[in-house]
């Protein structure tokens, strides 16, 4: 495995290159969550890597993780910027091409504004517990989590992963509940999406209803393939609740890409 830094634009992002073991396989660049750093994925990279055989890239996104603390808030439009700016120059920058993305949660909604582009070369697209739109059950929640970082242990449990928790979870936060994040929606992307997609939700998402990915299903006319897996027993994290599943199905879906 290979660690660093990467520098793009004025900002220092921390990674994490897992090498190939078989040839003739795309990398696959994890893309974590609204709360998530590299270490946050926890063994799952090191899992997927040797099960696909795929050189796999993971990330901290700008406030999140090691990599650079957030100086300002975020706005409206931070997930198009970061699929649409960010991960291109990343990907340059760190010589990867027509790459496999897998996105979890705010991370799966950059990867489908990034294959939406008609810009990027993506062979596929795999997006877990994806937002789409914004639903009410995704408000309660995320509500929720204020409380529990306000009157719990959270902030200590997640300053193991993160430089400055209270940045990071603020800067998350503060935007998904600004009354101007609740009409964000990229349904607008889905139909230029041009690599086949798999879509995972779990029955059980505290923050998002099936109607994400049936979204995605019924929008993306151009994708060549939309396969739905959908999880009983799993909440939104279907790479940690159901991680055998979610492994195997994103090994048949690389086999194919």
């Known amino acids: 495995m290979h660690n660093g830094f990467v520098r793009i634009g004025e900002r220092n992002l921390e990674y994490l290159l897992i090498p190939a073991h078989q040839i003739n396989r795309p990398t696959l660049v994890l893309l974590h969550e609204g709360l998530g750093s590299v270490a946050m994925w926890r063994d799952f990279p090191a899992r997927l890597a040797a099960a ?95 409380v529990a970082f306000e009157t719990t242990d959270l902030p200590a449990k997640l300053a193991k992963y993160h430089r400055d928790v209270r940045r990071t979870f603020y800067g998350w936060n503060d935007i998904w509940l600004h009354p101007d994040f609740l009409s964000w929606n990229i349904e607008d992307c889905l139909p230029h999406i041009r690599c086949p997609i798999l879509a995972i939700q779990g029955e059980d998402d505290e923050y998002g209803t099936m109607a994400q990915i049936e979204a995605i299903a019924a929008k993306a006319s151009s994708s060549p393939g939309v396969e739905l897996l959908k999880l009983a027993d799993c909440r939104h994290s279907p790479h940690r609740d159901q991680t055998a599943a979610v492994i195997d199905a994103i090994g048949r879906f690389t086999d194919l890409v």
């Open 52 to 146: 696909t055989g795929c050189r796999t890239l993971v990330y901290s996104r700008y406030g999140y993780g090691q990599s650079d603390v957030l100086e300002e808030a975020f706005k409206t439009d931070f997930m198009h910027r970061e699929g649409r700016e960010v991960l291109p120059e990343l990907l340059a920058a760190l010589d990867i091409e027509n790459p496999v993305l897998v996105g979890h949660s705010d991370g799966a909604s950059i990867a489908l504004l990034h294959a939406g582009d008609s810009r990027s070369n993506v062979a596929g697209l795999v997006v877990m517990a994806p937002h789409c739109f914004v639903e009410d059950i995704s408000i309660r929640s995320i509500e929720a989590a204020k």
